[in-house]
């Protein structure tokens, strides 16, 4: 199929073998996986207490604040997520801000790439961002969250809660 610039959508239709009903399929078939696609879920897990470590850092206070528009809370939301969602955010890491070459005090420092997202707990919802370290003990089903507030203080979350992670368009 041949799609020019200056060819109307019935148009481009009728050169192609799909029926109209066929298309409307299609489409509805795309926003559903799409909608489905961009929303997992997780339960809290106590991480490996290293995030805090690492945020205090001002190479990656400086990427935070660039990423949430305020300064990071000093650690990391720990989710444990099902082995067919960590598919579906790995593929959404290829298209990561990824960052590298990063310095500290003189030294080569580990690369990160992140995500954005939209925390939700309850009718409760916040803009953060999935940090995944490009060097980590964690597995794939775990993933790190970033955020401007600790959620376990302010939201009163436990070990088990289940919260919904909203992926943001790249």
């Known amino acids: 199929m041949r799609i020019e610039t200056n060819v109307s959508s019935l148009e481009l239709i009728a050169q192609?073998?799909?029926?109209?009903?066929?298309?409307?399929?299609m489409s509805i078939n795309w926003i559903v996986s799409k909608e489905l696609m961009q929303k997992i879920s997780g339960n809290l897990t106590s991480g490996l207490n290293r995030g805090a470590k690492?945020?205090?850092?001002?190479?990656?206070?400086?990427?935070?604040l660039k990423e949430l528009g305020a300064e990071a809370y000093c650690g990391t939301l720990n989710l444990v997520?099902?082995?067919?969602?960590?598919?579906?955010?790995?593929?959404?890491?290829?298209?990561?801000?990824?960052?590298?070459?990063?310095?500290?005090?003189g030294k080569k420092v580990g690369a990160i790439a992140t995500l954005s997202i939209t925390l939700r707990y309850e009718s409760r919802e916040k803009h953060s961002v999935i940090v995944r370290?490009?060097?980590t003990s964690h597995s794939s089903e775990t993933i790190e969250i970033v955020s401007s507030i600790?959620?376990?203080?302010?939201?009163?979350?436990?070990?088990?809660?289940?919260?919904?992670?909203?992926?943001?368009?790249l």
């Open 81 to 105: 997520i099902s082995p067919e969602d960590a598919v579906k955010i790995d593929e959404q890491f290829g298209m990561a801000h990824t960052y590298d070459n990063l310095i500290h005090e």
């Open 16 to 25: 192609t073998e799909v029926t109209p009903l066929e298309l409307i399929s």
């Open 133 to 135: 370290p490009l060097l």
């Open 150 to 169: 600790c959620f376990r203080n302010l939201w009163g979350l436990q070990d088990g809660d289940e919260l919904t992670v909203i992926l943001e368009d």
């Open 54 to 64: 690492f945020l205090a850092l001002p190479v990656y206070r400086d990427i935070f």
